[in-house]
């Protein structure tokens, strides 16, 4: 049986109250930003994170923007330094990303960081992401409302062309003002770096190696220990993380559910990595969509580091 159709709703008050009821049951939605439509999550929730990479079809957990409804909420979740404060009283509300170190309080789901100690912050310009976020008082996660790899979506038939029937709501505020994914820049200590160029213009080092925004290629949160892929049974001085029938310390989805699976992957890479055992194992995670995108982290993770 086919999936439903997904709604398209105008933009206006009714539109803003039902996505955000969605929203706050766990579902993402597509939303108008001033850069490109967005497919927005409550970031808190490591589930409602996942089904934005099951819609999406993305191939790999890369860190996720964190929308958030201005400075101060920012300031919340990661902690920003002079260079960054400067930045954010310049371009916020507006398309500028700032990679800054996360707060251990944040709340934030590891999905969202893909495990990494930094978070990608943003405070929107746009009247309907700034209308959702007041509505449902959670910070968004929200990569572009797009199948993974194809053209980032400037109006809402951009997004039904490729999410029809995989997200319930699409809110239609028109064709996006900019058009282009926002810059990105890092303010971790030291000088600030550029990860993704935008429509904003700032003065940074350009970034190279390590990914630590959307939009950057191929490094990844890795786990300290050697990591042993579709383990059966653990060996002696492995931690095992289970999947479905395979059980192991703890289980990524004793159900073998991906969307459970995905939305507990780093934390139990985490919990491996501090556990006494100093090798980690897991078990198969077979399947397409994300379970594939499970595999495909995990086979980063395993590679040997450089």
Request: charge should be negative.
């Amino acid at each position: 049986m086919a999936p439903p159709d997904t709604r398209v709703l105008p933009f206006d008050e009714a539109a803003i109250a039902e996505a955000a009821r969605l929203v706050l049951a766990g579902e993402p939605v597509a939303v108008p930003t001033e850069t490109v439509y967005g497919l927005a999550a409550d970031a808190t929730n490591a589930a409602a994170v996942a089904r934005i990479y099951a819609a999406k079809g993305r191939p790999s957990f890369n860190p996720l923007i964190v929308h958030v409804p201005d400075q101060a909420a920012a300031e919340t979740i990661g902690q920003l330094d002079d260079q960054a404060l400067a930045l954010a009283a310049e371009h916020w509300p507006g398309p500028l990303t700032l990679v800054v170190p996360l707060r251990a309080s944040s709340g934030i789901a590891a999905l969202v960081t893909a495990g990494l100690p930094t978070v990608a912050l943003r405070v929107p310009a746009h009247p309907a992401m700034q209308a959702l976020l007041a509505a449902t008082g959670k910070p968004l996660a929200a990569p572009s409302a797009n199948t993974s790899g194809r053209l980032s979506p400037t109006r809402a038939a951009h997004v039904l062309a490729g999410l029809n029937g995989r997200i319930p709501l699409v809110i239609d505020g028109g064709p996006t003002e900019r058009g282009i994914e926002s810059t990105i820049v890092a303010a971790t200590g030291g000088p600030l770096r550029l990860l993704r160029r935008g429509p904003i213009e700032v003065e940074a080092e350009q970034a190279s190696g390590a990914v630590e925004a959307p939009g950057m290629m191929a490094s990844h949160y890795a786990p300290t220990k050697p990591l042993r892929l579709d383990a059966t049974e653990a060996c002696n001085g492995e931690y095992l993380i289970g999947f479905g029938p395979v059980h192991g310390k703890a289980s990524l989805s004793p159900s073998g559910d991906p969307i459970e699976a995905a939305a507990r992957l780093f934390d139990l890479l985490h919990q491996a990595d501090a556990a006494p055992e100093p090798r980690i194992a897991v078990a198969p995670v077979l399947g397409n969509g994300l379970a594939a995108a499970i595999r495909d982290r995990l086979n980063r993770a395993a590679a040997p580091h450089s």
